[in-house]
């Protein structure tokens, strides 16, 4: 399975972006799907993950980015998307898509089999 993420950039604070993730490899509509982040000089931590389309597409979300940030998948298409909106200076991450091979979906970046490669947002205030 490869993932390739894009749509990172340098935007101001109160702006959207949207970040797109392309898979390829394997069956895409049953998996979950998954973005984090990883802020400079702190861990990566979760931001929102979807659930297979069979499973109904359910979401979760960092509490930090509910109301503002969206995942969405288009099965067709094999991409995962994240719209962030009112984007903080806090929200300045390198963000990764992830996909996993199990059934649950889940917060935990052990629970994702595979990652893509990156793409650096920076919010500036």
């Known amino acids: 399975v490869q993932l390739q993420a894009s749509g990172g950039g340098l935007v101001q604070a109160g702006d959207s972006l949207r970040l797109s993730c392309a898979a390829s490899?394997?069956?895409?509509?049953?998996?979950?799907l998954a973005w984090f982040r990883q802020a400079p000089g702190k861990e990566r931590e979760f931001v929102a993950a979807?659930?297979?389309?069979?499973?109904?597409?359910?979401?979760i979300y960092l509490d930090s980015v509910k109301g503002r940030f969206t995942i969405s998948r288009n099965d067709a298409t094999n991409t995962v998307y994240l719209q962030m909106n009112s984007l903080k200076p806090e929200d300045t991450a390198v963000y990764y898509c992830?996909?996993?091979?199990?059934?649950?979906?889940?917060?935990?970046?052990?629970?994702?089999?595979?990652w893509g490669q990156g793409t650096l947002v920076t919010v500036s205030s």
């Open positions: 979807i659930s297979g389309s069979v499973s109904g597409g359910l979401t």
């Open positions: 992830a996909s996993s091979s199990r059934s649950r979906t889940s917060s935990q970046a052990i629970a994702y089999d595979y």
């Open positions: 490899g394997r069956t895409f509509s049953t998996s979950p």
